[in-house]
Structures are given as structure tokens and as C-alpha cells.
Nanobody
């Protein structure tokens, strides 16, 4: 079955780095763009970063541009999506979700999320 499993979250201090991972299996991930979203307490889920199906195109929200890098490894049977986060700020505190999206038929899958907490 389709699985997207995030990991790598935790409690860090402002200025620290974290690398989030998302293991995707059970579908042809090379046909899907991948995105990271986050949801802070009391706020709506917001898009953070995206990467095209073959990894050639990336995009970032203005709030994280320059501090965060999205990447993917399609080579394995399980596709891995990464989010390298540097210079973390307290406002980066949120649950981070990975998302697989296929534009041709609007198909999408979500992971269960991983908590990132940044203390000041």
C-alpha cells in the first residue's frame, strides 16, 4: 500500500540544523512531484518547498528561502525525500508533512507528519 513516512524531527535550538526525511513506497513516485508542508499550532497548513518528479526543479516559500534545501533520491525502490533545514528559527516550529502530487489526475498522498520544535 501507499506509504509516506516522515522522520528526523525533534527539539533543537535556534540556529541549529535538522534534516527531515520522507520514505515513499507503494506507488510510482517518479511520476509525482514531492512537496513539504508544515502546520504550526493554531495555523493553517502552509507549503514550504517542492521538487519536480525527476528532481530537476525546486521551489521554496519566501519564509525559508536560503535556509532550506529540498532533494529526492529516486534511485531506490523506496524513494526518499529530504528537507535540509539550517539556521532554524522559533517560527519554524511546526509539524512537517511530505506530500506526493501527480498533476495529471490531481492524485496526492500525505504522510503523517514529524514534529519540529525550535527553542529560542
Amino acid at each position: 500500500q501507499v506509504q509516506l513516512v516522515e522522520s528526523g524531527g525533534g527539539l533543537v535550538q535556534a540556529g541549529d540544523s535538522l534534516r527531515l526525511s520522507c520514505a515513499a513506497s507503494g506507488f510510482t513516485s517518479s511520476n509525482y512531484a514531492m512537496r513539504w508542508y508544515r502546520q504550526a499550532p493554531g495555523k493553517e497548513r502552509e507549503w514550504v518547498a517542492g521538487i519536480s518528479s525527476h528532481g530537476g526543479v525546486t521551489s521554496y516559500a519566501d519564509s525559508v528561502k536560503g535556509r532550506i534545501t529540498i532533494s529526492r533520491d529516486n534511485a531506490k525502490n523506496t524513494m526518499y525525500l529530504y528537507l535540509q533545514m539550517n539556521a532554524l528559527k522559533p517560527e519554524d516550529t511546526a509539524v512537517y508533512y511530505c506530500d506526493a502530487y501527480r498533476g495529471s489526475d490531481d492524485m496526492r498522498y500525505w504522510g503523517q507528519g514529524t514534529q519540529v520544535t525550535v527553542s529560542s
